[in-house]
């Protein structure tokens, strides 16, 4: 049977088309069902198939890791590996290119899946041998995790010995009779000599190993180091101790309340001794049996022959739950959420993975000094039992349970500890590190650099005499980092271009590319003039390279512009110009942006990426079931001075809460992440740069989509547009599905990507344009532009299954209006923060009347502070304010706060009596300050061309009495002013103007009922 493959790469397609009269008789090809999720396997080929397949042509790696068990995507307990898979995400998400090969007898076929960033390969290992020599040339190093003799003899004829890396957990590296206490006498017997055997070639192999010394060899403890040198009978020099990698952005800490101290948690294997499963119940059993028993719960996990046998004593207790199987790491994650003491015995462990991913998520640890365990738990963190009886466990719980102020010590420093000694910084990075030296065989920097790019002259003696003559002016690339210097020659400056299409000058750029960023190791950071030519480069390298960027040199022009947003949002970090003020680049771009001071150090820069890093979250890839799982697009959005970033991320924060746990929320974001969370896509904005692949320049779409960008761009803002593209390829690589995407603008560029959203997952697509697009009366289009426009906003609205905007006035102006495609949430207060506010002492007993935010030109208050009595009035104005006379800021009728943080802003709009907003000519206005003034049921001053209530302002005519409108103009605003009285507070009046409010009735047009909300 041979079926059309979708989830395999291109390549790997076209191979088996030419190879199918010869080489796929009798052969399997399966198309996975995304719906149903049945189907395991990608591609799945007879034992015999041709090895060359699963080597992509033209395509390289940087790591082939070899291992005997490996998760598959659809069943991540399917194999075991967990450990394995956690690493190799790091790595690809620190820009390795990874190939995986699980190599086991289960594999009676030959199968290639395309996993979310890399492809996996399993096969039989009496076919390693004929892989090896497949890779041997397209890969760049290899690392072995549980290593056998027939791997490690593989690999010595085909993989130089510097390029490899051993990781080593324990069976392969110990002797077996260390765990005497897994065998009976008869098993012992029965099996001795197959076991000596294998344990004689697994001594030989290691020794061999250690005595060539040109690999790396990493352990997970220094307790398996010395049992391995001691079984061994030779030290290790070139051994590293590096733990399991535990993912603290996974198992999230939340701290533990005084009841969750009862409750116990155990997830065990049942299948040998060593896992002390037998203690555990034991123990459990002597706790029911006390008088403490019936005020705690116990929770029992496990699977193995063992486990219905060992459990039998628990069974029939109310407040004991049996659960045998093997847990998914989302489950685990949930049971640690509702518990605080994990009971980890032992009698033979060289980290205990299980244990730490508990510590993690802040469960206190009840096990004992035995193993590699004391270098991760200790009396601080964790409860350590004097001796190994299961009474002693059982003390130890009942001390937990009754020293509440014990147990959230040690549950805080349990948390900490872990992520000390197991975080990203102690081990991906480490091992990271032993990898690059590996890559350093073939002449990698084998550490992160700072690279400075500087333009010299000319290099008379080019190399690449492609590159040479492209290089007209005799243009030179010079870059210098710690402990190093080169030159590369390049194409004329100005062909480096944001977007490129098919051409020699474009290969050539790619080539530049991949000639500085094969050379450097992850981690690396490249430092370049915020105006240099190269920027483009800088973005190309950040993509197909993962090398970060920082900018020096900045100036208000180059943070202005479509490419220079994407630039400043993609940025690590910028220094500022000499004599440039922070708030002027701050007017320019609104996105964070961190501000370092020069002279800059190498290793502040690093230590920088090394901490950002660890921000940008590894987003959770297996979404819950049982809800309605929604995505939000937002280009602005978290840490973002833009007031539209304020509406998204209400939502991302609070749409579970307020839907009752009946949704999962996710956001993708063009903004580089200050805080880490799980379900935070980032997806940087690498403007035309996203279409540089080597397929997509061979592709006529690429061509034909910059011509169309180059077309709207006369008329429109397109910021966004590539990054459409940008979001399609990271979700294409996320086994992720949504049932509604809700995108926002401005900008609306990405509105596109409403297609893909109902293509892929089948989504119902919202457009939240908020502000109108192409009829905004404030947009002075020309007739043409217009147009144009208009007709491209007709394209987004066809796509969409809702549409929505802040008031009625915007709905009834989005292009092909449709009263059943188009709703109207409101913007609204934010209610958690004027929650906490605390109204500021602003006056005398005068009128105070406040502004918050910028006078723009229509915002005339020239003519209000001419009226103002200061014996009985003031005006505060909180944010920039332009220059006022000596004379009226002596007045008194005037106070000026500047800017202010969003509460202490707030602060001084509740301690006000009125706010002030201001209409122009349209009356086109919607301004979100008017929901702060609600919020706190302020009396509203509207001063406009004239005294009529109109446009969406007038829609709160139902504030009772509260809106003003008075004409802005000297007579109209005195006679307003003399009998002028501020209206009473009412309490609780504003809360239907709040986001929470607003949020309820989005949810309830998704379908979601917001009935469960806390």
């Known amino acids: 049977m041979f079926r059309l493959l979708k989830h395999v790469p291109p390549s790997w397609r076209a191979a088996l088309a030419r190879r199918l009269p010869r080489s796929l008789h009798d052969t399997y090809v399966f198309v996975r069902d995304r719906a149903r999720g049945d189907i395991k396997r990608d591609l799945e080929l007879d ?56 190599v086991s007898t289960r594999n009676t076929t ?22 090896l020599g497949a890779v041997a040339n397209a890969c760049r190093t290899v690392a072995v995790h549980v290593v056998t003799p027939a791997t490690a003899e593989a690999l010595a004829r085909h993989i130089a010995p510097q390029r490899v890396a051993y990781f080593f957990h324990g069976s392969e590296i110990r002797d077996y009779r260390r765990l005497y206490f897994n065998y009976d006498t008869a098993d012992m017997e029965t099996h001795r000599r197959a076991r000596d055997a294998t344990h004689a070639a697994r001594m030989e192999t290691a020794r061999k190993l250690i005595g060539d010394g040109r690999s790396a060899m990493v352990f997970v403890s220094r307790y398996l180091q010395s049992m391995a040198e001691r079984d061994t009978g030779l030290p290790i020099p070139q051994a590293t101790v590096i733990p399991n990698f535990i993912d603290s952005d996974f198992y999230v800490y939340r701290a533990k309340l005084a009841n969750d101290a009862r409750r116990v948690l155990l997830i065990r294997s049942f299948d040998a001794a060593n896992y002390a499963a037998d203690i555990a119940v034991d123990a459990i059993v002597h706790l ?67 244990m730490c991913e508990a510590m993690a998520s802040g469960l206190v640890p009840v096990t004992h000094r035995v193993g590699g365990i004391p270098e991760f738990v200790d009396p601080d963190c964790g409860a350590i039992a004097a001796d190994h009886t299961p009474r002693e466990f059982a003390r130890c719980i009942a001390e937990l349970a009754q020293d509440l102020e014990g147990f959230e010590r040690k549950s805080t420093l349990a948390a900490r500890r872990v992520r000390e000694r ?190 950002a890093s660890q921000v940008i979250a590894r987003a959770a890839t297996e979404p819950r079931r049982d809800c309605t799982r929604i995505l939000l697009v937002a280009y602005y959005a978290g840490d973002c001075k833009s007031v539209g970033a304020l509406r998204p991320n209400y939502w991302f ?143 987004y609205n066809f796509q969409a299954d809702l549409i929505l905007a802040v008031n009625n006035e915007c709905a009834q102006l989005v292009v092909g209006h449709e009263e059943h495609r188009t709703a109207v949430v409101p913007n609204g207060f934010d209610d958690r923060i004027a929650a906490t506010v605390t109204p500021a002492a602003l006056g005398d007993g005068r009128i105070n009347f406040v502004h918050a ?71 086109f206005e919607s301004t979100t300050k008017i929901f702060d003034y609600l919020c706190f049921d302020l009396d509203v001053l509207v001063l406009s061309p004239d005294d009529t209530p ?54 309830g047009l998704l379908g979601v009922s917001g009935d469960g909300a806390q």
């Open 653 to 795: 924060e609070e749409f579970d809460r307020l839907s009752g746990g009946r949704t999962e929320t996710h956001l993708a974001t063009a903004m580089r992440p200050t805080q880490a969370h799980a379900r935070l896509h980032y997806v940087p904005d690498l403007n035309g740069i996203t279409l540089t692949d080597a397929e997509d320049l061979r592709a006529r779409w690429v061509s034909e989509f910059v011509k169309t960008e180059q077309e709207r761009v006369k008329h429109a803002n397109t910021l966004g547009y590539y990054w459409r593209v940008a979001l399609e390829r990271y979700f294409q690589n996320l086994a992720l599905e949504f049932d509604a995407v809700i995108i926002s603008g401005n900008p609306f560029a990405n509105f596109d990507f409403a297609a893909f959203a109902q293509a892929r997952w089948g989504a119902r697509v919202v457009l939240d344009y908020r502000d109108p697009f192409a009829l905004n009366p404030r947009f002075k289009y020309s007739a043409e532009a217009r147009s144009s426009v208009t007709s491209i906003e007709a394209g």
């Open 47 to 102: 034992i015999d198939a041709d090895l060359d397949l699963v080597i992509e042509p033209g395509r390289g790696y940087d790591l082939v890791l070899l291992c005997p068990n490996y998760p598959s995507e659809t069943d991540a307990q399917s194999n075991g590996g967990e450990f394995v898979r956690t690493r190799v995400g790091a790595y690809c998400k620190h820009g390795l290119n990874v190939l995986v090969v699980e």
């Open 853 to 923: 935010g910028s006078f723009y030109y229509y915002g005339n208050v020239d003519d209000l502070l001419g009226a103002l009595d200061p014996r009985r009035h003031c005006l505060h104005h909180v944010g920039r304010a332009p220059e006022f006379a000596p004379a009226m800021l002596e007045s008194g009728r005037l106070q000026l706060h500047g800017l202010q943080p969003y509460p202490t802003a707030l602060s001084i709009v509740a301690g006000a009596d009125c706010g002030l907003v201001f209409l122009t000519d349209s009356g």
């Open 288 to 354: 029911l049996q006390s008088p403490l028993g019936e005020s705690l719960h116990f929770t029992v996990c496990g699977f193995g022959r063992h486990f219905r046998r060992l459990t039998l004593p628990l069974t029939g207790y109310r407040n004991v739950t049996l659960r045998e199987g093997v847990l998914s790491r989302d489950e685990m994650r949930i049971l640690h959420a509702h518990h605080g003491i994990f009971l980890a015995p032992s009698r033979h462990d060289t980290q205990g993975v299980t």
């Open 422 to 611: 197991c975080g990203m910084h102690a081990t991906i990075e480490r091992e990271l590190a032993v990898i690059a030296q590996c890559l350093g065989a073939d002449h990698a920097v084998a550490s992160a650099q700072v690279l400075r790019m500087t333009d010299v002259t000319v290099l008379a003696d080019a190399s690449d005499a492609h590159v040479a003559n492209l290089a007209r002016a005799g243009a030179v690339l010079e870059v210098r980092g710690e402990n190093l210097r080169f030159e590369v020659a390049l194409p004329a400056l100005e062909s480096c271009r944001y977007a490129y299409t098919e051409g020699a000058e474009a290969r050539a750029w790619l080539a530049i590319a991949r000639a500085l960023g094969e050379r450097f190791a992850p981690g690396s950071v490249l430092l370049i003039r915020a105006d240099d030519p190269l920027l483009p480069l800088a973005l190309m390298l950040k993509k197909h390279f993962g090398i970060d960027y920082a900018l020096c040199d900045l100036t208000p022009a180059a943070a202005t512009g479509t490419p220079a947003v994407a630039v400043l949002s993609s940025a690590l970090a910028v220094v500022l110009a000499p004599g440039v003020e922070a708030a002027s680049v701050a007017a320019k771009y609104v996105g964070p942006l961190p501000m370092l001071a020069a002279p800059l150090t190498p290793d502040a820069l690093l230590n920088l990426a090394r901490d």
């Open 950 to 1003: 109109r446009g969406p302002l007038a829609e709160f005519g139902a504030a009772g009495g509260k809106l003003h409108w008075v004409k802005n103009t000297p007579e109209a605003l005195s006679r307003f002013l003399a009998s002028y009285t501020p209206s009473p507070r009412r309490a609780g009046f504003g809360e239907r103007y709040s986001r929470a409010t607003s949020a309820r009735h989005l949810l």
């Open 110 to 131: 030959l199968v290639i899946e395309q996993h979310a960033a890399h492809p996996v390969v399993r096969l039989h290992p009496r076919r390693l041998d004929e892989l």
